[in-house]
């Protein structure tokens, strides 16, 4: 599927509209994010299935949520210790870090 969503056309969707776990949506809820950008509209009902997306936008689009929520959500239930987050790059690879860091894990380790 080639589908294009952009900030103009996207409709308003929740993330529990998406399929994400509720714990997941009250803990984004607190965080002051209730309806998923662009990019998460395009990928989380797939990657919440395991499927693989390709993903594209610009920074601050969103991408590092729409791919961490799934991988929060399968290692909660599953390890609920911790995670390497691959970047790319050094600058995506510490955002990541940032984020997951800024979402409650306490021991953020470098890869």
């Keep these: 599927m080639n589908e294009q969503i952009t900030l103009d056309t996207a409709p308003e969707v929740s993330f529990a509209e998406l399929g994400v776990p509720a714990r997941l949506v009250n803990a984004l809820t607190k965080l002051g994010k209730s309806n998923a950008f662009p990019i998460q509209i ?30 929060v959500s399968r290692l909660s239930d599953e390890l609920a210790g911790g995670a390497r987050l691959p970047g790319p790059t050094r600058r995506p690879h ?9 979402r409650g894990d306490r021991r953020p380790r470098r890869g």
């Design 42 to 71: 395009a990928t989380l009902p797939s990657t919440l299935e395991s499927r693989d997306v390709l993903g594209r936008g610009k920074t601050g689009s969103g991408k590092t949520l729409a791919f961490s929520i799934p991988l």
């Design 94 to 102: 510490e955002a990541g870090h940032r984020e997951a860091r800024r």
